[in-house]
């Protein structure tokens, strides 16, 4: 007998052993087979075929889909959502008094906590839903009957790095694809003159994980996001003013031509391909990406409606101009649209929600250069009926806590429960879905993850996320892991 054998192999060589072994065998794919009837088996992943000559060509969704285009709007710095969108009468009665903790003492990020503390500002009722908003951004509020209100959502982080990684990848680690990476990964884009997936940072600078928001991670990098904003278009874009059109038309041609006859003979050459297709679309963004950039053709009414003609405020009318953008970007077919709110090279809560020490004297900035051009966008969604086929995400990496921090007028960061939003195609109307308990401090009930959110984004786009999967270093990898599950009562 062979001394390599193992003892497996060498039960086989026994005529019983080998006979058993047979039979179990059997029993095994008898099982398989009931399983896969009862689908409680994992289903195949589904990586789709990308053609690296043209790897932002459209591809079909697992199922039809209720969307067909994204906008999240991400408040970096975690907005609070006990002074926003989560109204707790409880919080009022019990103002100034202890959160009863065990032990009377609660010690969270920064340290240890003050007393509860109410909201900072009125919450009064908004809409025919008679949702509950406060005067923070009271533009946003009226728009209460288009929001599906998610106030159960949790995160895995407390610190504005991991969480900011989590909201955007699914991740709190770096090194993972974002949503717009992995959606435009599954679906390419309907637009041949423009990016699939377009982030658009605030004018005060970008987030604390800066272009990891918009990474492409493992996937390939013709999946990661393009940045640019209003105020900074996309650079060297112009045709220098020593070429002629006609000249910069037949130098196109020619390398056309060249591109194709070196193809033709390499035509395995994926690289190649790949490298091609990335210099024809910046070829035809030059033609394009200007025009959708100049926001020149916007009637006044429109300026106004999203508050980017506020002599008064600068900042927020530059942020107003983002906005319009974005419209414009989803309305020629860019997939997947990332709005930045908020930004931190300014500092804590100078330049983004991150509210510790003067939550009042800060957030009377940022209110008004978010609400009236984030309400103004959404309303213009609706009126020229992008809203039927768009989905809108308003998101933040984690809430704050309902009481104030000792010894300051702010409030310390919270994971354990706050609100999102959603909005558009495929959502409920003036729907709230999940609690936080009585002060806010906890989600109670319909708990939600970040992984769940991500699974029901892609759900409502055609794509089952528990198949949607990129083979990476050995891995089956997907935006949610291995975790999420579609929220079915926020569907329409």
Not at 143 to 148: F, G, I, Q, R
Not at 278 to 283: G, M, P, Q, R, V
Request: with cysteine; aromatic share 8%.
């Amino acid at each position: 007998m062979p001394a390599d054998l193992s003892v497996a192999g060498r039960l086989l060589l026994d005529r019983r052993g080998f006979l058993g072994s047979s039979g179990s065998g059997l029993a095994g794919i008898g099982l398989a087979a009931l399983l896969a009837d009862e689908r409680l088996l994992a289903a195949a992943p589904i990586r789709p075929v990308v053609d690296a000559a043209r790897p932002l060509a459209p591809r079909p969704p697992h199922f039809p889909p209720r969307a067909t285009r994204v906008l999240v709007i991400f408040c970096s710095g975690a907005l609070s959502h006990v002074d926003t969108f989560d109204w707790k009468p409880e919080l009022v009665r019990r103002h100034d008094t202890p959160l009863p903790v065990p032990g009377g003492r609660l010690v969270t990020f920064q340290g240890e906590q003050g007393n509860l503390i109410r909201p900072q500002w009125e919450f009064r009722p908004r809409g025919a839903s008679g949702t509950m908003t406060s005067d923070l951004l009271p533009h946003l509020g009226a728009l209460a009957d288009e929001m599906c209100f998610i106030h159960s959502m949790t995160a895995r982080s407390n610190t504005h790095g991991p969480a900011e990684n989590q909201m955007a990848t699914g991740f709190t680690l770096d090194g993972f694809p974002s949503m717009g990476a992995w959606t435009s990964y599954a679906l390419g884009s309907e637009c041949r003159d423009l990016p699939a997936f377009v982030a658009i940072p605030d004018p005060r600078g970008g987030p604390q994980v800066g272009q990891r928001q918009w990474a492409s991670a493992f996937l390939p990098a013709v999946f990661q996001g393009t940045a640019f904003n209003a105020d900074k278009p996309i650079p060297h874009l112009a045709r220098p003013t020593g070429i002629s059109a006609e000249a910069d038309a037949a130098t196109r041609a020619f390398v056309r031509r060249l591109d194709s006859e070196r193809l033709s003979h390499t035509p395995g050459d994926s690289d190649l391909a790949a490298r091609i297709a990335s210099y024809e679309l910046a070829a035809r963004m030059q033609l394009a990406a200007a025009g959708v950039a100049d926001l020149g053709d916007e009637t006044p009414a429109t300026l106004s409606l999203y508050g980017a003609d506020d002599s008064e405020n600068p900042l927020k009318a530059r942020f107003a101009r983002n906005c319009i953008l974005a419209r414009r970007l989803l309305e020629r077919g860019v997939r997947f649209v990332q709005l930045f709110n908020g930004a931190y090279a300014m500092g804590e809560g100078v330049g983004n929600w991150d509210g510790h020490k003067t939550l009042v004297k800060q957030y009377s900035v940022h209110g008004p250069i978010l609400d009236q051009p984030a309400a103004g966008l959404l309303a213009d969604l609706k009126a020229r009926g992008l809203l039927a086929d768009t989905l809108v995400a308003f998101v933040t990496e984690f809430g704050r806590m309902p009481t104030f921090q000792k010894g300051a007028s702010g409030r310390d960061h919270n994971p354990a429960g706050f609100t999102v939003w959603l909005a558009g195609a495929g959502v409920k109307r003036a729907w709230h879905h999940g609690a936080t308990d009585e002060f806010g401090h906890k989600a109670v009930e319909g708990v939600q993850t970040i992984h769940d959110l991500h699974a029901t984004m892609l759900h409502l786009l055609g794509i089952d996320h528990t198949r949607l999967s990129y083979y990476n270093n050995g891995i089956e990898r997907r935006l949610t892991d291995v975790h999420g599950h579609v929220i079915e009562p926020v569907l329409a």
